[in-house]
């Protein structure tokens, strides 16, 4: 792979309005981002969704960066064929290639400003410690969910999604703009430190491993028949105790939560509580066990070999 750059990508669903409008002012301002020296690939993920203000048009982008999909040359959703188009022209062996991809989020959860990573692969971890380092931000970890795979950012060498909220889907609000700059500009500050051998990792990196999801609970026509309980909702990143409210019925009553005799006691840390677009996956919330990990050596060296790809052009 030649020299590449850091593709930062908003509107991998196109009815989350920040960061495509943030795009459209650094595109018009560089000056505007703080890119620490780094050569950027700016683009808006899925421009037809963003177009119809719609999360997706056939099928979530963000799970259509799967091997098999790939494969199968008789997919002609437009999702499937948009992943294919970026793979093309800004993968790690694309036309204008890139090493690390950058994927701005906006949720209707209280997730506040928060990283996402999928799996372990060391330079994703180094980023995230780095990151969370100057900034303090939450790290959830999602890894073994079959039912949830395809992301975009683990078909580049390196990748992690921004995610900020609460915030109306469609809405642009100055408040989750500034925070989604914030954290892109600590992502490239680590990454450019990184590009030149200077990355000082922490001891440790603090995640919240996901375990499992919970859904409402369904109507046999599939329609909910409960509503997430109101002292639930916006508590993200805060431990949920057996007992507490978890649903609320129409009547007033609750139903507080009751673990699986076999869940893990200690994952108890929920995230992305109620998010709009999830209620499809049938997905109300996701329980994480909250582990914090001494940030490794060679976790720095697999992010400095990538970062060293995407310097100035």
């Known amino acids: 792979m030649g020299q590449g750059r850091v593709l930062v990508v908003a509107a991998t669903h196109g009815n989350e309005r920040n960061a495509p409008w943030l795009l459209e002012q650094w595109r018009a ?27 997706y048009l056939d099928r979530d982008l963000n799970r259509c960066f799967t091997p098999e999909l790939f494969a199968d040359t008789s997919r002609s959703e437009r999702e499937v064929l948009r992943a294919r188009a970026l793979l093309a022209a800004h993968g790690p ?24 990573v999928y799996g372990r ?17 939450p790290v959830y970890l999602h890894e073994a969910d079959a039912a949830q795979t395809g992301f975009l ?24 703009c500034r925070q989604t700059q914030l954290a892109l500009e600590a992502a490239l500050d680590t990454l450019a430190a990184a590009a030149v051998g200077a990355l000082r990792l ?5 995640v919240h491993l996901h375990h499992s999801s919970l859904d409402l609970l369904r109507q046999p026509d599939g329609t909910p028949a409960v509503a997430l309980h109101p002292q639930l909702q916006h508590r993200d990143w805060r431990p949920l105790q057996p007992g507490d409210p978890l649903f609320w019925r129409a009547d007033g009553t609750g139903l507080a939560y009751a673990p699986e005799p076999d869940t893990d006691p200690l994952a108890r840390w929920p995230v992305f509580i109620n998010e709009a677009a999830y209620g499809e ?14 940030c490794e050596p060679s976790w720095a060296e697999a992010l400095s070999r990538w970062a060293q790809m995407a310097g100035p052009l």
């Not at 922490?202 to 603090?206: D, F, G, K, Y």
């Not at 996956?281 to 001494?294: D, F, N, P, V, Y």
């Open 29 to 55: 301002r560089p000056d505007l981002l703080q890119a620490s020296g780094l050569a950027l690939q700016l683009e808006i993920g899925n421009p037809e969704a963003f177009a119809a203000n719609r999360r």
């Open 121 to 137: 692969r060391p330079a994703d971890l180094a980023l995230a410690a780095g990151i969370q380092a100057r900034l303090g931000l």
């Open 93 to 116: 062996d694309g036309q204008v290639p890139c090493a690390v991809a950058l994927d701005l989020h906006s949720t209707t959860s209280a997730m506040g400003n928060s990283l996402v």
């Open 202 to 206: 922490p001891r440790s990196l603090q």
């Open 153 to 176: 950012v683990e078909r580049w060498p390196v990748g992690l999604v921004i995610e900020v909220g609460p915030v109306p889907q469609g809405l642009v609000s100055a408040a989750i």
């Open 281 to 294: 996956k049938g997905i109300a919330l996701s329980l994480c066990r909250r582990e914090c990990w001494t």
